[in-house]
């Protein structure tokens, strides 16, 4: 069973980078798109990007200036840096595999980043 | 980019009740369309793919309808397990979107 994992701090100063990792287990990063999604406190879900296992990537364009999503393979990890942050980026961030591309059929339990000074 | 309109925003119903939620595209996606049910404090859990299709260890009450943009979800006989927010989304082209949401409550 492929479990999703992120990690990093909860707590962004306005015009910071916000960083986060999502540790991959139970399976190969092979084969499958890796995303980012968001959720704002009481909102719905906004897709960020995602990578390919390869290293192709694809951003959704409100966010596409300031996102990288990048990939360690080695350590069956993926990252989202997400720059000059401010209050609206305040979310739950989770991690996603899409199957084929498609199906987001595993997600991470989420992680709160709040953007406060 | 895809819109995805759900409707409705909110519903209560009563136990054993039929829930239905319908999902429209700003444009045609084909069956490109999932189905996503996120209970309070949990990230979401995929429940139908591709419309129609099932997905091993969902339970058969809930399937799924339709195809070019107009998509419905049915809940057959609402359990009290099944309170959570649900969502649609499209995985026909770039970027990604999703539907705003439907709320369900038990009345």
């Known amino acids: 069973q492929v479990q999703l994992q992120e990690s990093g701090p909860g707590l962004v100063k306005p015009s910071e980078t916000l960083s986060l990792t999502c540790s991959v287990s139970g399976g190969s990063m092979s084969s499958h798109y890796w995303n980012w999604i968001r959720q704002p406190p009481g909102k719905g879900l906004e897709w960020i990007g995602f990578?390919?296992?390869?290293?192709?990537?694809n951003y959704n364009p409100s966010l596409k200036s300031r996102v990288t999503i990048s990939e360690d393979t080695s350590k069956n990890q993926f990252s989202l840096k997400l720059t000059s942050v401010t209050a609206a980026d305040t979310a739950v961030y989770y991690c996603?595999?899409?199957?084929?591309?498609?199906?987001?059929?595993?997600w991470g339990q989420g992680t709160l980043v709040t953007v406060s000074s | 980019e895809i819109v995805l309109t759900q409707s409705p925003d909110f519903q209560s119903v009563t136990p054993k009740e039929k829930v239905t939620i319908t999902c429209r595209a700003s444009?045609?996606?084909?069956?490109?369309l999932h189905w996503y049910q996120q209970k309070p404090d949990q990230s979401p859990k995929l429940l139908i793919t591709?419309?129609?299709q099932s997905i091993s260890g969902v339970p058969s009450r809930f399937s799924g309808s339709g195809s070019g943009t107009d998509f419905t979800l049915t809940i057959n006989s609402l359990e009290a397990e099944d309170v959570a927010t649900y969502y649609c989304?499209?995985?026909?082209?770039?970027?990604?979107?999703f539907g705003q949401g439907t709320k369900v409550e038990i009345k």
């Open positions: 591709y419309a129609s």
């Open positions: 996603a595999r899409a199957n084929y591309g498609s199906v987001l059929d595993f």
């Open positions: 990578i390919y296992y390869s290293g192709s990537t």
């Open positions: 989304h499209q995985s026909s082209s770039l970027p990604r979107t």
């Open positions: 444009q045609s996606i084909g069956s490109s």
